[in-house]
């Protein structure tokens, strides 16, 4: 079998192209910018147009969409609806073109075309777009906030922290997640390669806790050494932190992240994944102490 990895050289791409070579699948990782394979079993291919795409997954039994944003850039008011919906219809054309009836799509919890934030109205409008695809089977994937070594979430916060005096003021600290390792979003969706069934799953993937943002962001200071107060904001406060801090570099914080979080990122059901973030955090951020 060979998989074509859209965006296989970020975060979860990279755990998954190590999760499918384990398991004997060739892939074939897409991107815009060229880099380097890992070994034999794995081809980089650069794509830096959708016209490309078609020749870029042609001979390749399944394409998986990594593809997604956290936040628009300055200047760049169609960036959500590039990444999360014309792409997909790319993608799919794609297929279409290339023969390739599999397709594993990563979305998001709380995706749909009614939730707050742009960022997840976008990334459910993509998901029903690979859902609606004719003569391709698609499984979508909707975790919950996703860790790991080279994260951009606890890292990020591990980061933030070193600069803080003592007070750390956190917008939205009751927001409830359930983080998933990123080595069981890999497993998840190598394992759905193995089936034969006829598609159109939708499936939440959750770590086997639930945590409040607070406690994520205390957990992370206690693993990078730093004693820090966290101090969650009420909502007024939230919301003018979002307006500030989406003014800067790299955006640390945005409106749009202040509407994700205006909902639970949790399951519903007892299906949950197994690692907790005590299990692996302490590698990757105690390590830097």
Known sequence: MRAALIGGGGFVGVALTAELRRRGVDV????????????AGVEWRVCASARQLPQAVAGCDCVVNLAGILNKRHFHADDFRRVHIRLVEDIVAACGEAGVSRLLHVSA????????????????EGEDCAHAAAGIRTTSFRPS????RGDSFLNRFAAL????????PLACADTMFAPVFVGDVARAMADSLGGDGAGGERLPLCGPQDRSLREIVEYTAHLAGRRINVVGLPDTLSLMQARVLE???GKPFSMDNYLSLQVDSVCDDARRCA???EEVAPDYIGAAR
Do not use: Q
């Open 275 to 277: 690692v907790a973030m």
């Open 161 to 168: 922290l070193k600069w803080a005096p003592g007070v750390f």
């Open 145 to 148: 906030v996703i860790f790991g």
């Open 247 to 249: 003014c800067l570099p």
């Open 109 to 124: 919890l709380n995706a749909s075309r009614n939730a707050p934030s742009e960022y997840l109205r976008t990334k459910g």
């Open 28 to 39: 074939r990782v897409v991107s815009r910018r060229a880099g380097a394979a890992a070994d």
